[in-house]
């Protein structure tokens, strides 16, 4: 067990629909980072957040944003789902700058 | 832009050693890191590199060559749990401190 932890674990929705992915870093880890990673695929980098601040994005569509709230944990939310949105969402966290990223199980995102 | 490559698949033996190669072409370098996915479970990190050299750790060892954009994970002992897909990521350093990962290689142990 990583100490992240990411809710739901599975989610089937409809095209078009929106949804709200959850996920609580470690304790005492200021950083969060969300990635979309598709069938046989790598692992994207969408966005991540430190202290409640955005620091990076990558290739996340406009239809995406998260946040990060006062009590550090975050939520990814994708809207106007559409069929290729399918895949596993995996919140990570890490303290700082020079440790390493701890991985939660993911959530897994089925858009019928 | 960033630019991670790995191969993609590999296969070895029960019992024998296998490196892993990854090399990268990316800006403000800050540490490099290998995870192990297993199909569809979550990474789980393996070891992390930030100055040359090679890093042992139980049966996992990583070598970095900052100067070369190269590193690579060398598996001994292998055993069949070992079968997994290997990522190798690059953290870099600029404001936006994130992890830029390559597409991993699937391995593959045989008895």
């Known amino acids: 067990d990583s100490g992240v932890t990411q809710t739901p674990k599975h989610l089937i929705t409809a095209t078009g629909q929106r949804v709200t992915l959850r996920c609580s870093p470690r304790?005492?880890?200021?950083?969060v980072y969300w990635y979309q990673q598709s069938l046989d695929q790598g692992l994207q980098f969408l966005i991540q957040?430190?202290?409640?601040?955005?620091?990076a994005k990558g290739n996340i569509l406009e239809r995406f944003s998260a946040q990060q709230f006062p009590d550090l944990h975050s939520e990814l939310n994708l809207s106007s789902l559409e069929l290729g949105d399918s895949a596993l969402y995996f919140c990570?966290?890490?303290?700082?700058?020079?440790?390493?990223?701890?991985f939660g199980q993911g959530t897994r995102l089925t858009v019928v | 832009g960033q630019n991670i490559d790995q191969p993609t698949e590999m296969t070895a033996t029960e019992g024998a050693i296998v490196q892993i190669n990854c090399t990268y072409q990316?800006?403000?370098?800050?540490?490099l890191f290998w995870y192990q996915q297993h199909a569809g479970e979550a990474p789980t990190f393996l070891s992390y590199?930030?100055?040359?050299g090679l890093e042992e750790k139980g049966r996992f060892s990583s070598f970095l060559s900052r100067s070369k954009g190269y590193s690579y994970l060398l598996l001994k002992e292998l055993q069949m749990k070992d079968s997994a897909s290997y990522l190798c990521?690059?953290?870099?350093?600029?404001?936006?401190?994130?992890?830029?990962f390559g597409p991993g290689t699937r391995l593959s142990v045989l008895p």
């Open positions: 990570a966290s890490s303290v700082g700058a020079y440790t390493e990223a701890f």
């Open positions: 304790s005492g880890d200021l950083s």
């Open positions: 957040y430190y202290n409640g601040e955005e620091r």
């Open positions: 990316t800006s403000g370098f800050n540490g």
């Open positions: 590199n930030v100055l040359d």
């Open positions: 990521a690059v953290r870099l350093h600029n404001y936006g401190q994130n992890f830029v």
